[in-house]
């Protein structure tokens, strides 16, 4: 709904009278429960993700609404990542990295619960909330490499009991809870996304008008509504042509429609194809899908005609 329509609550209080979910008697109710059983109880819930327009639509709403949307997502994917990772099987949940950050979402998802107790409703439009939700989003910054170093020491854990020859890639196809691992770290990573994609979103909405200009782009949001591809895709050449020139002295060429990049960037047709999306994960795709290409490209090329003869532009 709009801003400003007739019978939508602005406040705060209304708000809370209007939403079930956000009822103080429940939440305390609740939270006067073992805190592990209320996760469990988040946890079994799905987890709503939303589209390019659900992200836009939340422009439309008030502030208040929004704040609810993120604090119901928030208790579910809290939740969720928490008792996904302590859930691991084959010892992988005990690896010390891994444990670190169930701990950090579990100590999160009660801090969540804690203020919702403490405050109701009307805190989450508050100064506290948001800061409560920024510190959620920094203090996770690090969850992917904290995760690599999990499985380095899951594996390494495994070698002491297995021996020194197990490879993680020969057994999966015979260890069926390698193969659960792994999707549960898809999971993990999707859900891990979505929370931090609504809180910056959210955040984004709350402090910046409708389609504000930022670095040039028109955002709304965290959504680029003018996204060009080809600009996105050009971004991510140049990086990846940086690293392997650092550790190859050499990169390959990109061509994009049979055209070569430098070429194709400066014509009329790169500049007719855009969407609304969100510009900053396009980038980080591009840039895996290019780095990966022009590894293989450089290695396949010393492989076939050595390393001297490859030169410096493959």
């Not at 939403?19 to 939440?27: D, E, F, G, K, V």
């Not at 987890?47 to 939340?58: F, H």
């Not at 506290?128 to 390494?156: P, W």
């Not at 984004?204 to 389609?211: A, D």
């Amino acid at each position: 709904p709009r801003p400003g329509r007739p019978g939508m609550p602005h406040s705060a209080s209304a708000l809370a009278r209007k939403l079930p979910s956000i009822n103080i008697s429940s939440s305390k109710a609740r939270y006067g429960r073992c805190v592990l059983s209320s996760m469990a109880d988040f946890a079994g819930k799905t987890l709503e993700k939303r589209s390019i327009n659900d992200l836009l639509q939340m422009a439309e709403s008030t502030p208040e609404d929004r704040a609810v949307q993120l604090h119901e997502t928030l208790k579910v994917g809290l939740a969720r990542c928490a008792l996904r990772l302590s859930e691991m099987p084959f010892g992988f949940c005990n690896a010390p990295s891994i444990q670190r950050v169930s701990s950090a979402y579990v100590q999160n998802f009660r801090q969540v619960l804690e203020y919702e107790h403490r405050e109701g409703a009307a805190g989450l439009v508050r100064e506290g909330y948001h800061e409560l939700t920024r510190n959620i989003f920094n203090q996770h910054r690090g969850t992917m490499l904290d995760v690599a170093k999990g499985v380095f020491e899951f594996n390494e854990d495994l070698n002491s009991l297995f021996g020194k020859e197990l490879e993680l890639v020969e057994v999966r196809e015979d260890v069926h809870a390698i193969r659960d691992i792994e999707a549960s770290l898809d999971e993990f990573f999707t859900e891990r996304l979505t929370l931090r994609l609504l809180i910056s979103h959210v955040h984004n909405l709350n402090k910046r008008k409708p389609e504000e200009k930022v670095d040039g782009q028109e955002m709304v949001g965290v959504v680029n509504v003018n996204t060009q591809p080809i600009t996105i895709l050009s971004r991510a050449y140049v990086a990846a042509r940086f690293m392997c020139m650092r550790d190859f002295q050499m990169a390959p060429d990109l061509q994009v429609n049979g055209v070569m990049h430098d070429e194709y960037i400066l014509s009329e047709v790169s500049r007719q194809q855009h969407f609304p999306y969100v510009h900053t994960h396009l980038f980080y795709i591009f840039l895996e899908l290019v780095k990966n290409a022009a590894r293989a490209s450089i290695e396949r090329a010393q492989l076939e005609h050595g390393k001297a003869a490859v030169g410096g532009g493959a």
